[in-house]
């Protein structure tokens, strides 16, 4: 090796050892002027920290910020530790973190009064085993997002669980190479949302009684477009058929009560191994972006969407559509498993390759009223373009952290 490199691998290493060899636990527990003790350590932590919270409730009256790298902050279990928000003053999220390398891990965050934990354009981030919940069941005034790390590279979340979010549970935004597993969503607008991101692979979730279980939208107007290459696999998918609690206005207030998993506008997602039960208005839906847009960039028709083989029971029986009983009636009582509203180009926009039978709305155009439609039976061709499984998830040495 030459001696310049032998060099530069030295300092490496020296560093490693340097900020292992320094690294602090930082304890901080639960009872007066919390607030001021927590915000303090998360100021005075430095990269290779842990801020280590004990358990009990800690009562806070405003959000926590982190923009410090490379730091962890673990709780002693997420029913044992509680970031309680119910006092907060702001509107804004309970914890904002803004630094990469982060782990969070093994606490829970309550009745924030904005997002429950945000993290922006915090790279290599880790989510363990955190739980937000609203106590006070669904509410249009309940914070807009449990879980929401956007304009990220290299997302983990394991082991979450999310309840009550007035938009949407688990929320990742504007990123790629994510993961979302083992995680727990109920109670909320949409369960688990994928949002303008690429790479992403969502599996091993449970997500029910949200307003609409999964879904993957591409949106205009933002920062980052195009998103796509996605894995819906494994999921239990059951039974999402609360009222839609979400603000007027907002892009989820669309959803239909009853929606397993939905795709909007994306490009290049699977759907298979999935158990998919009791979802009343489709246990698939893929559609269209419904709205006018300006943005010159943005392709509003979902392609290369992928239904495989997954296991369906019961749903489809309370459809909230335009002519819902007399398209039951036409079906025997329940609409089919996949419903697609028809626009896309031809052999490019869907796919289903499992024996799952399918409704088109045959929507004359983007942005047509539902009442406009001509159901008849899916015939949907193989997509022009498949998955790339191997660039899906997050980067495996995230996968290091949750092991400690």
């Known amino acids: 090796m030459p001696e310049k490199n032998i060099a530069a691998a030295g300092a490496l290493v020296l560093a490693a050892f340097s900020t292992f060899a320094s690294a602090r636990t930082i304890a901080v527990a639960a009872g007066d002027g919390a607030q001021a003790r927590l915000q303090e350590a998360l100021i005075a932590a430095q ?25 962890t902050v673990r709780g ?11 006092r907060q003053k702001g509107a804004g999220e309970g914890l904002l973190v803004t630094s990469d390398d982060v782990t969070l891990r093994d606490f829970a965050v309550e009745d924030a009064h904005g997002d429950g934990i945000k993290s922006k354009g915090a790279d290599r981030i880790v989510y363990r085993r955190v739980r937000v919940t609203w106590t006070g069941g669904a509410k249009e005034t309940n914070g807009a997002y449990g879980i929401y790390p956007v304009e990220s590279t290299g997302v983990l979340i394991d082991g979450a669980m999310v309840r009550g979010a007035s938009d949407a549970g688990i929320y990742v935004g504007q990123s790629r190479d994510i993961t979302v597993r083992h995680s727990l969503a109920m109670g909320n607008v949409a369960g688990i949302e994928i949002e303008n991101s690429r790479n992403a692979l969502v599996t091993a979730n449970t997500v029910t009684g949200n307003t609409g279980g999964i879904l993957v939208f591409d949106l205009p107007g933002l920062p980052v477009m195009g998103g796509g290459n996605t894995v819906i696999e494994k999921n239990l998918v059951i039974a999402n058929d609360t009222p839609n609690f979400a603000p007027k206005g907002n892009i989820v207030a669309g959803v239909p009560r009853g929606t397993g998993v939905m795709i909007m506008a994306n ?4 759907i298979e191994g999935n158990t998919l039960e009791d979802n009343p208005t489709a246990q698939v839906m893929v559609v269209a972006y ?11 028709f979902p392609r290369n969407v992928t239904v495989g083989a997954n296991a369906v029971s019961g749903g489809g029986n309370d459809p909230q559509l335009p002519g819902a009983a007399e398209l039951k009636g036409a079906f025997g009582g329940a609409l089919p498993p996949v419903l697609w509203d028809g626009l896309g180009k ?16 045959n929507l004359p155009a983007q942005g047509a009223s539902p009442e406009l439609a001509r159901p008849a039976l899916l ?11 191997k660039t899906v998830g997050a980067p495996a040495a995230l996968e290091a952290r949750i092991a400690r």
């Open 267 to 270: 490009d290049g997602v699977l």
């Open 76 to 86: 002693a279990g997420m029913e044992a530790t509680v970031l309680d928000f119910s």
């Open 379 to 389: 015939k949907a061709d193989a997509p022009v373009r498949k998955v790339d499984r």
């Open 346 to 361: 031809p052999g490019e926009a869907l796919s289903v390759t499992g024996s799952l039978p399918g409704l088109s709305l």
């Open 290 to 300: 419904p709205k006018p847009f300006e943005d010159k960039r943005y392709n509003p």
């Open 47 to 71: 990269p290779g920290d842990t801020v280590q919270l004990g358990a009990g409730r800690y009562m806070l009256d405003d959000g926590l910020s982190l923009d410090v790298d490379n730091v």
